[in-house]
């Protein structure tokens, strides 16, 4: 009896335990090998002998379960050591993208015009001759065209130079009095650091026949926007040259880089083009059918302003779709 104990108490995991368990409680254990005897016990004595079989089985049983308990807790012990985890340490944290510059600064033209009544209007990405030059005072072989490096799409179609046939578009779907800006993606053939082959632009039209459709009316919005974007500026308005609009201005601010002392990113002029603008040409007006209107649009790059806004070197990093630089915009 005390043997049997004895291996039980030596076991020192639960595997020998088991082997232990099988050695005593087993088909051909320790204990039945006990009960075998039984057979060869005389008639009286089998009963006191039977008693104490099972008393000594019932105790090294107890004793055997007290043992699988203690074992059991202490393996249970170790599988929670090695697996414990140090829940004050940093995960991998994602890190976080953010609304695009260019989508941001969009949206904050939008504000401004929206505010001031105008409607939000679309066209096609891809656009055909009529609409994108024809329409605009840009007849077929005018040497105006190669302002624009065109992507031809063939059959005629190319991928919109600018978003002016939306004016076209609104004009001809639309009555006047017509105060609309169109943003949207627009695609030129060029690539360097102020350049991109698809980039932004807000365009903007105001049609009606009443006089306060001026070219001072379109000079006073074009002042109040500017200042709302690029906050305490000078503005000056240069005579230019657009197919579509006659008088036409090019408008600069003050260089918010080196406050108009002279610097390389207004090539030490002072002044940064920001957009273009003008009086609707009256041969617009024809090609869409419009009678004794006066009118003014204007056209900007939002990139160019994203780059003002936010001294963006590079205006191919707003492109390379890089989260070190979208994280900054957080
Ligand atoms: N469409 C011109 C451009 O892409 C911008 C512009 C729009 C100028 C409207 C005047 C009026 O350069």
Not at 43 to 58: D, I, Q, R, S, Y
Not at 98 to 121: C, G, Q, R, S
Not at 206 to 226: T, Y
Not at 268 to 285: A, Q, Y
Request: proline share 5%.
């Amino acid at each position: 009896m005390k043997h049997l104990e004895d291996k039980i108490t030596q076991a020192t995991t639960l595997e020998l335990l088991e082997k232990v368990r099988i050695e005593l409680f087993g088909k051909k254990g320790a204990i039945a090998s006990e009960f075998a005897k039984l057979k060869d016990v005389p008639g009286p004595e089998k009963k006191a002998f039977a008693e104490g079989l099972n008393k000594n089985k019932t105790k090294l049983q107890k004793f055997y379960d007290e043992k699988y308990e203690i074992l059991k807790k202490e393996e249970i012990e170790k599988i929670l050591q090695s697996e414990a985890i140090d829940v004050s340490l940093y995960g991998n944290l994602e890190s976080k993208g953010a609304l695009h510059p260019v989508m941001a600064t969009m949206d904050k033209i939008i504000d401004y015009f929206v505010a001031l009544n105008f409607a939000i209007e679309d066209g096609p990405k891809i656009e055909d001759d009529f609409h994108n030059f024809e329409a605009l005072n840009l007849p077929k072989n005018h040497p105006a065209r190669d302002m624009q490096d065109t992507f031809f799409c063939g059959d005629g179609a190319v991928l919109r130079t600018h978003t002016s046939p939306v004016q076209i578009r609104t004009m001809l779907k639309q009555k006047p009095p017509i105060r609309m800006i169109a943003p949207g993606a627009v695609f030129r053939k060029d690539y360097d650091i102020t350049h991109t082959p698809m980039f932004h632009q807000v365009e903007g039209l105001v049609v009606d026949d009443k006089g306060e459709v001026s070219f001072a009316n379109l000079k006073s919005i074009m002042s109040d926007f500017l200042h709302y974007m690029f906050g305490e500026v000078e503005i000056r308005f240069r005579p230019s040259f657009f197919p579509f609009t006659e008088p036409s201005a090019e408008v600069d601010i003050s260089c918010i880089f080196c406050e108009a002392k002279g610097c390389r990113i207004c090539s030490h002029t002072g002044w940064l083009e920001v957009l273009g603008c003008g009086i609707v040409d009256s041969n617009v007006f024809e090609a869409v059918e419009y009678k004794n209107m006066s009118g003014y649009a204007f056209g900007l790059g939002v990139e160019r302003f994203a780059m003002l806004l936010h001294k963006i070197p590079d205006l191919r990093m707003l492109f390379e779709g890089d989260r070190r630089l979208l994280e900054q915009f957080r």
